[in-house]
C-alpha cells in the first residue's frame, strides 16, 4: 500500500493524481505493460505505480516556488512589458524560459527520493519484470524518475497557463490590488 499523506499548503494547488488534466500515468513506451498487467489480473499492482508517481511529482511540486520567486525577482522592466501586452500565454512563456532548467534540477533527486521512499521504483520494477516474463514481449526499462520528472514539470507549467489565462479574462481573479491595477493597464493598453 502506498501511503497517503496531507499535502502542504503549495501542493494543495498542485495535486497530480486527483487531477485529470496533470495525472502522471505510466509512461507511452510501458502502456503494454500496463494493458497486460491489467489483462492478466494485476491491476492493483499498476495503481500503485501510478499513485506512486504521482506522489513523487507531489512531492517536488514543493520546490517551485523559491525557483519562481528568484525568476520573478529577476525580471526585467522589458519582461514585465512583454509579459503584461504580450500572448495570452507570456507569463508562462517566461516562466518555462527562465525556470525549467532549475526545476528540473531540484525536482528530479526529490522525485528520485520520494519515488524510492513510497516505493514506486519497486512497484514500476515488479511491474516491468512481471511484464517482461510474458512471452513474446519486448523487454521495457525506461528511466521512471526523468519521466516523471518531465511530466511534473509539464504538469506544473499547464495549472500556470490556465491560472495565467484566467487572471487575464476574469477581472475577479485579479485577487490583489498590484494585479488588478498592472492587468488594469495592460487592459487599456490592448484595446
Do not use: H, W
Request: charged share 20%.
Amino acid at each position: 500500500m502506498v501511503p497517503q499523506k496531507a499535502p502542504t499548503s503549495f501542493q494543495q494547488s498542485m495535486v497530480f493524481f486527483a487531477n485529470a488534466a496533470v495525472k502522471i500515468l505510466f509512461p507511452p513506451e510501458a502502456r503494454k505493460v500496463e494493458n497486460t498487467l491489467r489483462s492478466i489480473g494485476l491491476g492493483k499492482l499498476c495503481d500503485n505505480v501510478v499513485l506512486s508517481l504521482n506522489r513523487a511529482a507531489e512531492d517536488a511540486a514543493v520546490q517551485a516556488k523559491p525557483i519562481f520567486i528568484n525568476s520573478i525577482k529577476q525580471m526585467t522592466l522589458t519582461d514585465v512589458a512583454n509579459i503584461l501586452l504580450g500572448s495570452q500565454d507570456a507569463a508562462t512563456q517566461y516562466f518555462k524560459r527562465t525556470t525549467t532548467l532549475q526545476l528540473t534540477a531540484s525536482f528530479k533527486p526529490v522525485i528520485q527520493n520520494s519515488l524510492n521512499k513510497v516505493g514506486a521504483t519497486k512497484y514500476y520494477g515488479d511491474a516491468a519484470n512481471e511484464y517482461n516474463k510474458v512471452p513474446f514481449v519486448t523487454r521495457v526499462n525506461p528511466d521512471i524518475s526523468a519521466y516523471v520528472t518531465q511530466k511534473a514539470i509539464d504538469g506544473l507549467f499547464y495549472e500556470i497557463a490556465l491560472e495565467e489565462l484566467n487572471i487575464r479574462k476574469n477581472i475577479s481573479a485579479r485577487t490583489s490590488p498590484l494585479l488588478q491595477k498592472v492587468f488594469a493597464y495592460a487592459d487599456r493598453n490592448k484595446k
